[in-house]
């Protein structure tokens, strides 16, 4: 997400480059594959047996699946607008989006849902980009409270609209399949911008479609 100031976009100045993805040089596949057969070596089994000599291949395939977010743009994704809406200014939500990331602490599957909403300031997006952005932040390693935020926030940035509601609900397998081992339990996360933080009404109506 560009963190170019306001001042910046008046200028027409390109925007900062992210030093979290973009500047960051990956190490060839190869590299990676090696170091799959160290882990699987070090998990106390042999990575040249015929069950596991195409693994670390097939697991660096998957990371490119599990991790492509870092290479999508949110900001581009909510580029395309409309605004032939006939002067529709009331919520919008999709609700219920389910998505898979994994978190940055042990790269545990973190499998939830994802409630968005915002009012529209006289132009809206297709339903089908918000589930995409939370999708490119998924694809990421994560804490679910920035990824809450990530996704809030940049739509406020490219839609301005009056506001934004994010609800993210998750079940953490680095704290259900491991360390305390509580299975079942999720982690609700919120961000809320513009009216949904100033109107207590507005948020509980959003609030009230997140079940």
């Not at 291949?57 to 290479?71: L, M, N, P, S």
């Not at 900001?75 to 999709?94: A, H, P, R």
């Not at 132009?123 to 998924?138: E, N, Q, T």
């Not at 009056?162 to 953490?172: C, F, R, T």
């Amino acid at each position: 997400m560009s963190n170019r100031s306001s001042t910046d976009k008046k200028k027409g100045l390109p925007a900062p480059t992210n030093p979290t993805t973009a500047s960051i040089k990956r190490p060839p596949r190869s590299e990676a594959e090696d170091a799959i057969k160290t882990l699987i070596g070090w998990a106390g089994d042999d990575a040249s047996r015929d069950g596991l000599i195409e693994t670390p291949k097939r697991v660096a395939t998957a990371f490119e699946q599990w991790f492509r977010g870092y290479d999508q743009d949110p900001e581009s994704i909510l580029q395309k607008t409309f605004e032939e809406i006939e002067g529709y200014d009331e919520m919008i939500t999709l609700q219920g989006i389910r998505f898979e990331s994994h978190c940055e602490h042990h790269m545990a599957p973190i499998i939830g849902r994802a409630w968005v909403g915002y009012i529209p300031n006289g132009r809206v997006v297709g339903i089908s980009k918000l589930a995409r952005v939370v999708d490119v932040f998924a694809k990421r390693l994560q804490i679910q409270e920035k990824m809450t935020a990530q996704i809030a926030n940049v739509i406020e940035e490219v839609l301005r609209p009056q506001g934004v509601a994010v609800v993210l609900k998750a079940e953490h397998h680095c704290m259900t399949t491991r360390g305390v081992m509580k299975p079942g339990t999720e982690l609700v996360t919120s961000r809320m911008l513009g009216c949904f933080r100033d109107s207590a009404i507005t948020r509980q109506e959003f609030l009230s479609m997140v079940d």
